[in-house]
């Protein structure tokens, strides 16, 4: 028996990174330095945030498989 771990590292940025719309290409959400924008980076970066869900699949193929 061994130990798998799933790391998702997130880097320093001031938009939100997801890798898991846009057809999991890691689209980044940075709409420009103006107010507006800024402050919809802001909103969206901690109001949208889920779990990643690449890990989540993997997780359960590794439990179904008994890993």
């Known amino acids: 028996m061994?130990?798998?771990?799933?790391?998702?590292p997130i880097p320093q940025?001031?938009?939100?990174?997801?890798k898991d719309t846009s057809g999991g290409y890691?689209?980044?959400n940075d709409f420009g330095d103006t107010l507006v924008p800024k402050m919809l980076?802001?909103?969206?970066?901690?109001?949208h945030?889920?779990?990643?869900?690449?890990?989540?699949?993997?997780?359960?193929?590794l439990k179904k498989k008994k890993f």
Do not use: C, M
Request: proline share 6%; aromatic share 14%; hydrophobic share 45%.
């Open 13 to 18: 940025k001031d938009h939100r990174i997801s």
């Open 26 to 28: 890691g689209t980044a």
């Open 49 to 61: 945030d889920w779990p990643p869900l690449f890990a989540e699949y993997t997780l359960a193929v």
């Open 41 to 47: 980076k802001k909103a969206l970066k901690y109001s």
């Open 2 to 8: 061994f130990n798998i771990a799933l790391i998702d």
